[in-house]
């Protein structure tokens, strides 16, 4: 039952991740979207080129962050069909460890791509770019740490049982 439920849960944020990244791009004002990504500066002006263009570098960290809902959703199969210490576990567990190393990476290059998308036309001296690491990257290269420990251990407890099933 609790298989399931996060299966379904999984499969919501898969869809409401990508339209709440379209709603937030079409929906905000451009003075919001100008101070939520360039707070140092005086709001810029935010055309639909603009628009379109920092959609595009968000879609590649939600386009991953769904990877990682579906490598669980099969992680969730598995347990359900209780296999958790399957190859099907280990490899669902090791595909999040490896999405969510890439989300950490794709955070960053947003946090360039956007302020650079929405200053592209402000001439020399005024386009910006960001780097940084935020809260958010560290949490998912944490996650991806941690997910990478747990398919290590879910390898190790399959090997385990294997080896105990030859010898009795």
Known sequence: MQVGRIKAGCTGAMVALPLLMIAYW????????????????DPVPVDTTKRILGALACAIPIGIAVVALLQLRRLADAVGRGDGFGIGAVRATSGIAASLAALGVALVVTW????LALTF??????????IGIDAGTL?????AAFAAIMARLL???????EEQAFTV
Not at 28 to 36: L, P, Y
Request: hydrophobic share 60%; aromatic share 4%.
């Open 155 to 161: 390898a190790a407890a399959r090997q385990m049982a």
């Open 139 to 143: 949490l998912a290269l944490a996650g």
């Open 112 to 115: 360039m791509l956007v302020p």
């Open 121 to 130: 036309d402000a001439g020399p001296g005024n386009r910006h770019i960001v």
């Open 26 to 41: 079409t929906g905000m004002s451009a003075a919001a979207i100008s101070t939520a990504w360039l707070p140092w500066v």
